[in-house]
């Protein structure tokens, strides 16, 4: 029996792993694939984009304010006593239709004072023909008189007549003399006292007459402080009249975006008449007032009237006063309200409409500077100047053409000349369109 060597038979065991280890990687290697060549191709960055438009552009800004009456008439009691009668609706909030009575005072008083004023002129006029009669009478009294003393003058020189008899004659010609003098006094003093008593009777009139007080337009009863038989002096405030025939709403805008509605005009002369009477015609604003009533907006056609008197130092606005004329034929029940005092409203003006503007999303302008996609679908950064910016859009005075591709996403980082993959923001360009002016 052969014995096997130790260190031999320990070296044929490893034999067997390593075969095995030879057949599993020549079995690998059979099944890996040949390495392929790629090419390498630029990664494009998705975008949205809108073409840039070119409008006929009505330019606007806009502000709020609160709706007030444009006239407001205060009833104060321009006589004392009590009221006698009162209008059946005055009562806060109704409304009373112009010349309507409102109330009246008791006027008992008032018509004894134009009575009494009339009998102090009639006897006034008495006192006149009297007076007359009396002249009449003591001008011939006079001529009487001047006549005996010429005579007993004579029969003094004479010796015929005393010194006494001639000095009773110049008494009582003297006496005569006064006495006419007296009454023309009286007479002079006669037109007078008729305008005293005249302006007397005209006042009694006018204190009369405003017993009674009507509506001097149509108006809203508010602030209402009286009652039938109630005592008012003269000067109490009763309640106040707002007009409904026109409401004012007063606005504060920016100077900045005012300034808006005027580029693209021509230049004009303005004159102090121009201003005072076609302030109107002269800026050519549009106004329109809208009130958000939740489901919907309501909405109405204003006028300008005016610019108020100050410049708000605090936040640069000036203010401007908008009217709408018959506000209360204007409603319709359940969309249009009646334009109350006191509500807040939205006031919109709009100039005139400047043609061949471009324009762009406003959150397309990024420093000064505008993404472009060119023809080869590459961004290029577009330096730009900005002629005004409204609303959601920006007004371009140079640096873009119309129908450009604008790149309205944001890029980060934003590098000239990467390719893009461009899609049409639908939305955005209709609104972009719909800024195209209607007014023709």
Known sequence: MVKLNTSNWRKAWIIPPLVIGLAFFMFMKSGKQTPQKVEDHEQARAVRIVKAAKVDLSPMTEGYGVVQPARVWTAVAQVSGRIIESHHRLRNGELIEKDKVLFKIDPVDYELNVATAKAQLAELEVQEKNAQASLTIEKRNQSIAQRELIRLNKLAKKGTASQSQRDEAERTTLQSKAAVQNLENTLALIPTQRNVLQAKLTQAKRDLANTTVVAPFNLKIASLAMEKAQYVPKGQKLFEGDSVDQVEIVTQVPISSLRNLFIGREDTQVSLDSVTHNIGELTGFKPAIELDMGSHVASWQARFVRFTDTVDPQTRTIGIVVAVDDPLEQVKPGFRPPLSKGMFVRVVLTGHTQTGRIIIPRNAVRGGKVYVMNDQQRLQQRDVDILFNQ??????????????????????????????????????????????SSEK
């Open 391 to 436: 609303e959601q859009i920006s007004v371009i005075s140079n640096g873009i053409s119309a129908s450009e591709s604008i790149v309205v996403t944001d890029l980060i980082p934003a590098v000239d000349g990467m390719l893009l993959s461009a899609s049409n923001d639908e939305a955005l360009q209709r609104y972009l369109d719909s800024q195209q």
